[in-house]
C-alpha cells in the first residue's frame, strides 16, 4: 500500500523519533539532564557547581561551556560556577544558544539549565521543519521532501550533547525565509541570532550579501535592503570588540587553526581514524566512512542540478547556489581538526546540508528511494549510537 504522505505525519515522525532519542539518553543519563552536556573532570568541578552535575574523567565536550554560559550569560570570567573555560574569547562569542536557554530557565535557575538547554533544541529542531515546510508550499514540491530535515544528523549529535547548530540551523533557515519574502528587518534580526549561536553562519550569510550587490551592481541601482543584510555583520563586530576588550585574546577567537590546504584536512581525518586496535576504533572508522559516503552522495544530487540547470535556473535558487558552492569550497580547505571526529564534521557541515536540501526542493526533485534507505540506515545507527555513547 502506498504510504500517503502529509506534513503531520513527518513532524509525527521527527518529534517521535527525537523525542524517543532524547528518552532514551535521558534513561541512559540515570534520569539526569546534565549527562547532555558532558562535562568533564578537566574542566568541571563537580563540588563548586551551583547544582549536581555528572562529570566524567577527561575533557568532556562543548557543551560544558554552554552550561557555564547559560548560567550566566554575560560573565566573563575564565572560572566561575564550578567551569574553567578553556578559552573564553572563543566559547562566549556564541552566546545565542545559552542565552536562549538561560530565558526558559528563568534567569538561569541552576536546577532547571540542563533541561533548559535540551528544549531550546527540541524546539529548534521543529522551527526548523516549520521554516523547511514553508519552502516547500513556495516551491511548490511533494511534502515527502520534508524528510529531508531529518537527515541532518549533526542536529541529533548537537541535541546528544547541548550544542548550538541546531538553534543556528534555525535561525538561518528564518532569516532565509524573510529574505525570500522581502522582509528584512526580520531577516536582519534571524541573521543576527544565528550568527550568535555560531559565527561559521558568516559561510553563508557574506555570500547572499555579496549575490544581493552582486545584483544592485548589474542593475546599477542601489537598494536600503542591503543596509539590513549588513547590520547583522555590524552587530557581530561591536559583539566581537566587546569580548576582546573583556577577556584576553586567544587564537581561537579566529578559528584560524580549522583552516589548511585544499583535501589535506580530508586525507589526514581519514588516516587519523585508520588506527582499528580496537573494537571502538573500529566502530568509528565504518561511522565515519558511512557518513562521508551520506556527504559526497548529498554533493552529488545538489552538484548534478547546479551543473544542468546553471543556466536556467528558478530564482530562488540563485541564492541558494552561492551559498552552496561557497560552503563547498570552504569544506575543502578545512584541517584536520575538522575531519578527524566525524562528530566534528557531520555537525559543522549541518548547515550547508540544510542549503543543499532547499535547492533540491526549488529543483522539484523527490528524495530517491535508495538514498531514502541509505538516510534511514544511518540515521538508525546514529541515534542508537548517541543513545549508547557518552
Known sequence: MKWNWDATRVYLIGLLMLLGFVFGRFIVGGGDFSYFFVAGTDFVDSTQTPAPVIVQPGQGY??????????????????????TVDFVSYRIQRIGYPALAWLFSFGGNPQLVPFALVLVNILAFLGILIFFQKFILLAQCSIKNLLYPLFLFGIYMSVAKDLSEVTELFFFIGALWFYFNKSFIKFSFFALLALLCRETSLIAFVPLIGFELFAM???????????????????????????????PVDTALAGSGNIGWPF???????????????????????????????????????????????????????PLSWIYITWLLFS???????????????????????????????????????????????????????????
Open 62 to 83: 562543548d557543551g560544558q561551556f554552554f552550561y557555564r554560559y547559560a548560567l550566566d550569560p554575560l560573565d566573563f570570567s575564565k572560572t566561575n560556577y564550578g567551569v
Open 217 to 247: 551592481l548589474r542593475a546599477k541601482k542601489f537598494e536600503g535592503k542591503l543596509l539590513w543584510m549588513m547590520l547583522p555583520l555590524l552587530f557581530l563586530i561591536i559583539w566581537k570588540a566587546i569580548i576582546i576588550k573583556n577577556t
Open 264 to 318: 589535506l584536512g580530508i586525507i589526514q581525518g581519514f588516516k587519523a581514524n585508520m588506527d582499528v586496535s580496537t573494537t571502538k576504533n573500529i566502530f568509528q572508522l565504518i561511522f565515519w566512512i558511512l557518513y562521508f559516503i551520506w556527504q559526497l552522495w548529498l554533493i552529488k544530487l545538489v552538484v548534478s542540478f547546479l551543473l544542468r540547470h546553471r543556466f536556467n535556473a528558478p530564482g530562488h535558487f540563485l
Open 332 to 390: 575543502i580547505v578545512l584541517s584536520a581538526a575538522i575531519y578527524v571526529d566525524d562528530w566534528s564534521f557531520v555537525r559543522v557541515f549541518s548547515l550547508w546540508n540544510l542549503t543543499g536540501m532547499l535547492i533540491l526542493v526549488f529543483a522539484r526533485r523527490t528524495i530517491t528511494y535508495s538514498f531514502q534507505i541509505y538516510s534511514w540506515i544511518l540515521l538508525i545507527l546514529t541515534l542508537g549510537r548517541l543513545i549508547i555513547r557518552p
